[in-house]
């Protein structure tokens, strides 16, 4: 008798099943993402405080998803806003702090100084006897005495100003943000593209926010040419850089960073930018190629038509005389040191010419002067 009870209760316990939750208990996905939303919706919480929000969304599906993406759509519509207009504020007060620091470095006292060292460079730089070593103890200790009176850093500028300092902490603090939000409505996004049919249409209707990812770094860099612009020059080699800029899409980026570094040297010793000449970077391309090709590195040529640069410059369409040729370099700023040390490269670079052209092709390099 006991055996025959004890087995109908091992029965009854392996049959027995803990019953569903009653529709008064089970929270449906509709309840979920109504509350997540209210939840993003309110303002009285940071962001990173509304994680679990959007946790939940992207955890019930595409219903949940497609909600985080319309929301985080608005929202980030009004960050991206906001960003513009701070990053705009911040810039018109930095210009206007790093151009008052500008002007009060070159007070009379601070132009005789300049005006000094600018011809203890050049009678350096133009000698003809010029060597290695006076490039290392005369002309580098000249370009950085120069530079600290020239050069305005956006670390002085935001030293100068404690505002400027906090106004830049705000942006980044709020660009920070800015990418966590963006994280969630890209990975929802994605998540949209491989749900059914009906949710990939709508996924594919959204337009993509503002990449914030990169927005640091457009901000700093904007920052650092400000700084630049801040800078006394005159107006003539203003005008040469902002040309030589539109010309820079047609040249390869390093053989652009090359000339430009050469260009502000020549700018803070007093001597002048240079204009870009394409053909010149034509020929002087051509030039470093066929030394590749043929190989051989001479400024004679063993191309037939092309054995010197004023034939190479006029076969471009140009004309052209003094060249430096380098190889190694990986990029326009080692060609240009390079050649900085160099006494006979180094004249050329810190010559009176009106025109120059760098071409480049692998490791060799071809400058190129004209009037």
């Given amino acids: 008798m006991i055996s025959f009870l004890f087995l109908i209760g091992i029965s009854e316990l392996v049959e027995w099943q803990e019953p569903p939750p009653s529709a008064e208990t089970q929270e449906s996905v509709e309840e979920i993402v109504a509350a997540a939303l209210k939840v993003l919706k309110t303002r009285k919480l940071s962001w990173y405080d509304k994680e679990d929000a959007l946790l939940d969304l992207m955890d019930v599906g595409p219903l949940g998803q497609d909600t985080l993406v319309r929301q985080l759509s608005k929202d980030l519509k009004k960050m991206e806003s906001a960003y513009q207009k701070k990053r705009a504020s911040?810039?018109?007060?930095?210009?206007?702090?790093?151009?008052?620091?500008?002007?009060?470095?070159?007070?009379?006292?601070?132009?005789?100084?300049?005006?000094?060292?600018?011809?203890?460079?050049?009678?350096?730089?133009?000698?003809?006897?010029?060597?290695?070593?006076?490039?290392?103890?005369?002309?580098?200790?000249a370009v950085k005495e120069i530079v600290g009176i020239l050069k305005i850093t956006v670390t002085q500028v935001l030293d100068e100003e404690e505002d400027l300092s906090d106004a830049l902490a705000n942006i980044v603090e709020d660009l920070d943000v800015h990418c966590f939000v963006n994280e969630y409505w890209m990975d929802a996004h994605k998540d949209l593209l491989q749900a059914e049919e009906k949710w990939v249409k709508r996924a594919r209707k959204r337009t993509l926010p503002a990449v914030s990812s990169g927005h640091h770094e457009t901000m700093f860099l904007g920052l650092e040419a400000l700084a630049f612009a801040a800078e006394i020059m005159p107006e003539r080699d203003r005008a040469i850089l902002a040309s030589n800029e539109l010309l820079f899409s047609k040249i390869q980026a390093e053989e652009s960073v090359g000339i430009r570094d050469l260009n502000v040297l020549r700018i803070r010793a007093g001597i002048g930018a240079l204009k870009i000449d394409v053909k010149l970077c034509e020929a002087g391309r051509g030039h470093s190629k066929d030394m590749v090709d043929h190989q051989f590195f001479a400024h004679q040529s063993v191309v037939k038509g092309k054995e010197s640069p004023s034939d190479r410059a006029r076969l471009a369409g140009t004309s052209g005389g003094a060249e430096n040729i380098s190889a190694g370099p990986g990029d326009g700023l080692g060609a240009i040191r390079s050649w900085w040390y160099s006494p006979g490269h180094h004249s050329n670079m810190m010559g009176g010419h009106g025109r120059t052209g760098l071409g480049r092709y692998q490791n060799h390099w071809t400058q190129m002067f004209g009037n």
């Fill in 90 to 141: 911040l810039e018109k007060k930095f210009l206007s702090v790093a151009t008052k620091i500008a002007q009060s470095r070159l007070n009379k006292k601070g132009l005789q100084k300049l005006d000094a060292v600018r011809e203890k460079l050049l009678l350096a730089s133009r000698s003809s006897g010029l060597t290695k070593d006076m490039v290392t103890t005369v002309c580098d200790p």
